[in-house]
């Protein structure tokens, strides 16, 4: 497998795992957490179980959820940039702009705090021109992006 090809399967899963959330959100009519961590290069998901508007990140949280659980990243893929800049939109920051590096859906499937936006970027460890883009709008909608060395992003 390519380094773009294990990077986009990579992207493609996260992006999916964040489709899981938000849709778990909405059928459940509760909190869910999608927290990202970049030094362990894992994420989970969290489904605020006992509906007191509080999650911290428990077992019985994450297998409340029924999803993904705890996910760890490809051996070779990490949270990075590698050679590309920010997407459109995006301030130039870190791997993960989400606030505190975790993304909340509330029983409507909306971001929370209301408005919240941000960024997951993955790159692979031996191409810094192998890098995608899972972002997540106010409204909670997922987009993936592909960067192209000689385009920028797609």
């Known amino acids: 497998v390519s380094e773009k090809t294990e990077v986009q399967l990579a992207g493609i899963q996260l992006a999916q795992d964040l489709d899981v959330a938000r849709t778990r959100a909405l059928t459940t009519?509760?909190?869910?957490?999608?927290?990202?961590?970049?030094?362990?290069?894992?994420?989970?998901?969290?489904?605020?179980d006992d509906g007191n508007g509080t999650i911290t990140e428990s077992d019985v949280e994450w297998q409340a959820l029924r999803g993904f659980g705890v996910?760890?990243?490809?051996?070779?893929?990490h949270y990075g940039r590698g050679a590309a800049g920010?997407?459109?939109?995006?301030?130039p920051s870190g791997a993960v702009t989400f606030p505190n590096g975790r993304i909340e859906f509330d029983s409507r499937g909306l971001t929370m705090p209301?408005?919240?936006?941000?960024?997951?970027?993955?790159a692979n460890d031996n191409d810094p021109n192998a890098v995608v883009a899972v972002q997540v709008t106010p409204s909670g909608n997922v987009r993936f992006w592909t960067y192209r060395q000689s385009g920028g992003w797609q």
Not at 31 to 47: E, I, K, W
Not at 71 to 77: G, Y
Not at 86 to 91: E, K, L, T
Not at 114 to 122: D, E, F, I, S
């Open 86 to 91: 920010a997407i459109p939109g995006d301030a």
């Open 29 to 48: 009519r509760e909190m869910v957490r999608v927290a990202f961590n970049t030094s362990t290069r894992t994420y989970g998901g969290y489904l605020d």
């Open 114 to 122: 209301m408005g919240t936006r941000g960024v997951v970027y993955l």
């Open 71 to 77: 996910r760890e990243l490809p051996a070779r893929v």
